[in-house]
């Protein structure tokens, strides 16, 4: 799968890039699958990596007055 024109796609709306750079872009990358309820970063913890979802969906919890909303 090439997500060249889908990040095209999305990203055109702030900045117009042409195609082949998206793809010179996704090569520097990989596509991963990852299952339900998987944790792409710990709490309190520096992000590593520039993540896109091409399917599916994400959510972010956040911890206040002892729960998490």
Same mark, same amino acid.
């Given at each position: 799968?090439? &997500?060249? &024109?889908?990040?095209?796609? /999305? /990203?055109?709306? %702030?900045?117009?890039? &042409?195609? %082949? *750079? @998206?793809? +010179?872009?996704?090569?520097?990358? *990989?596509?991963?699958?990852?299952?339900?309820?998987?944790?792409?970063? *710990?709490?309190? #913890?520096? *992000?590593?990596?520039?993540? %896109? %979802?091409?399917?599916? #969906?994400?959510?972010?919890?956040? @911890?206040?007055? +002892?729960? /998490?909303?």
């Amino acid at each position: 799968m090439n &997500p060249a &024109p889908l990040m095209k796609k /999305f /990203f055109d709306r %702030f900045y117009d890039m &042409p195609l %082949f *750079e @998206w793809e +010179n872009y996704c090569k520097l990358g *990989e596509i991963i699958t990852v299952g339900k309820e998987k944790i792409l970063k *710990e709490a309190y #913890s520096t *992000e590593k990596y520039l993540n %896109f %979802f091409i399917k599916g #969906s994400g959510g972010i919890l956040l @911890w206040n007055k +002892n729960n /998490f909303i």
